[in-house]
């Protein structure tokens, strides 16, 4: 089994694993603050129709996506700026949008392309080194900007009004907010997946939450979560030959549930309850 890790595919998806699985449970904290889980959710499958628009025009697939992505939460963002929309409303349309172009494209392709539903299932064990330098190259800059702007971005994730009454430019924060949520299921793609990305995004932050109170913990032990998740269900996958995306979301749902379970926060509430 050892001899496993000595092969260059296999470094390759571990090392994408790790940087998709920390880069999503960063950016998950602010997404489960906000309520956000929707715009994950819409944005993955507007990315995968940029996917699928590259393979069959022949041009950059990751170019593509991310250009769907960021035109998807921007279009968004501005609807919901402007008062016209509620922003579950306006995603969800754009959700349905972007997935119908999604599968006119797939359509429209003269044959099968395995490579199309590795996007859409997720196939880490593919990554080439080109893709693996993307995924870093994203990851970096993305993890950058929050760092550059984490006072901030927390800030607008806790209450976006009183930000604004404090001086923080919000409505900017908020956008960027937005841009890194698409970049960074733009990174994800290839690793879980079109459809399970937002899982990644959502459950290691969602796990976290029940076990700590404080911002900086919280935001420390969603990235553990998540990046050993991630590899870990990258282990499961080889060894046992089973899908990559679901090995890795299933294996996060596993230890969400079991947190939940062991919640500091759900045993002090049961406590007083006892005692009153």
């Known amino acids: 089994m050892l001899e496993l890790f000595t092969y260059d595919f296999m470094q390759r998806s571990l090392l994408a694993a790790a940087m998709v699985g920390g880069l999503c449970s960063v950016i998950g904290v602010f997404v489960v603050l906000r309520g956000l889980a929707f715009v994950g959710a819409g944005t993955s499958h507007a990315a995968f129709a940029g996917v699928a628009l590259g393979y069959l ?16 939460v921007w279009i968004t963002g501005w609807v919901e ?3 016209r929309m509620k922003l579950d409303v306006s995603i969800g349309i754009l959700y349905t949008t972007t997935m119908a172009l999604a599968i006119l494209f797939i359509g429209l392709m003269k044959s099968y392309n395995a490579e199309v539903y590795g996007y859409l299932f997720g196939s880490v064990l593919s990554v080439t080194s080109e893709e693996l330098r993307v995924i870093g190259g994203l990851s970096v800059l993305v993890l950058g900007l929050i760092l550059l702007f984490s006072k901030e971005l927390y800030f607008i994730a806790f209450d976006q009004e009183m930000a604004e009454a404090s001086g923080v430019p919000a409505r900017r924060m ?14 994800s793609l290839k690793t879980v997946g079109a459809i399970l990305v937002f899982a990644m995004i959502l459950i290691p932050a969602s796990t976290a939450y029940q076990l700590t109170s404080s911002l900086m913990t919280l935001t420390l032990y969603s990235t553990i979560i998540g990046v050993t998740t991630a590899v870990a269900g990258v282990v499961i996958s080889a060894i046992w030959d089973v899908p990559s995306g679901p090995a890795i979301v299933l294996l996060a749902t596993t230890v969400f549930f079991i947190s939940v379970l062991f919640s500091p926060k759900r045993m002090k509430r049961a406590a007083h309850v006892h005692v009153h």
């Open 57 to 72: 025009m022949g041009w950059p697939p990751l170019g593509l996506a991310i250009l769907f992505g960021l035109a998807t």
């Open 174 to 187: 908020f956008f960027l907010l937005l841009t890194l949520v698409a970049l960074t299921v733009v990174v």
């Open 81 to 83: 700026e402007r008062g």
